[in-house]
């Protein structure tokens, strides 16, 4: 008999294709798979039976509720965002004194303060973040929450340029939706968050304070996999990782 659709959709977040499961007891009247047996889950039908390959080779489906089992739990993994970012100074004038408007590094300047960068990205990260770091703003009760472990915005130099990242710890694998999800948190992070912090404290450097944005309204701004990325950034012959 069918489930209630949401009570499905709810089964299917909390025990997404992948997960890995330790069977307790089988209460299947005339083969049941034994006790201890461990196994995959591959897609949980509409009446929320779970659709299993045990490692033993059988395909006996799990019924919640009847059967009884535990979660093994998966490792966590990393997984990187990455977005462009800019750095501006403010020169001085003729007179000694700073310019109004800002003066925006190129590429090649900005990666002589990757240091610098980095370490002011660290200072930012408050103490009560150690665990999750900025998924502890993240307020919503979903699969996102459950998966994504804890993420932390750093940078990383990926061919000629300096890159903002994202760095998540994850455990299993987020579907596209939750991928967008995690993306469009990350950006408002980066945006009013912890974004908005970061540009707006000076970082002393050898050759003067500099400011650095992580986000930006322009239509060249985008947050992407590190698979994204590079799929977009074949064409100009770029490899990622180059020259880290």
Known sequence: MNQHPEWVKFMREQYPPGTRIRLVEMRDPYAPVPPGTEGTVVQIDDACQFLMN???GRTL???PGVD???VIP??????KLYMPLAVFTYEHNQWGDLEDDPVELCSHDILKHQDNILAAMLRERARDETERGLMKYYH???SVNDKVQSFVFTAEKVGCELMGVAECRVRGELTQEELERLKEYASGQASDGFGEGLEQRP???AEGEI???LWSSGKSWSIQT????ARSRQMGGMTLGQGI
């Open 54 to 56: 045990w490692d033993n």
């Open 61 to 63: 489906s799990l019924i």
């Open 68 to 70: 009884r089992f535990s």
């Open 74 to 79: 998966q490792p966590l993994q990393t997984l």
């Open 140 to 142: 919503s009760e979903d």
């Open 203 to 205: 970082i002393k450097t």
């Open 211 to 213: 400011y650095v944005s």
């Open 226 to 229: 590190q698979d994204e990325l």
